[in-house]
């Protein structure tokens, strides 16, 4: 079994900074893509960024500038940068990592429990 583990979360006022931390444990044989999604209260679940293992991004529009995100290959990590928040970035944002699973000998995708951002103005 996979497991991801996320940290960084919090309240913070618009136009702080909050960087979010995600830690892939388990069976794994490779990490292969990791990313972060969103999701407000009565909203969809969304893009916010995705990082392949040889350091290709990919950004959704709206966070392009503000938000980075980051991998650490040894460490089965990907982290995530939030510059210049606003009101608007408040959800909950979920770690995501395509995981080859060395128990399994096969490939699944796993995700993270979660982690609240909030953001106040």
């Known amino acids: 079994q996979v497991q991801l583990v996320e940290s960084g979360g919090g309240l913070v006022q618009a136009g702080g900074s909050l960087r979010l931390s995600c830690v892939a444990s388990g069976s794994i044989f490779r990490v292969n893509v990791m990313g972060w999604y969103r999701q407000a209260p009565g909203k969809q679940r969304e893009l916010v960024a995705i990082i392949t293992r040889g350091g290709s991004t990919n950004y959704a529009d709206s966070m392009m500038g503000r938000f980075t995100i980051s991998r650490n290959n040894a460490e089965n990590a990907v982290y995530l940068q939030m510059n210049s928040l606003k009101p608007e970035d408040t959800a909950v944002y979920y770690c995501?990592?395509?995981?080859?699973?060395?128990?399994?000998?096969?490939?699944?995708?796993?995700w993270g429990q979660g982690t609240q951002v909030t953001v106040s103005s």
């Open positions: 995501n990592a395509d995981v080859f699973s060395s128990m399994n000998l096969d490939r699944d995708e796993y």
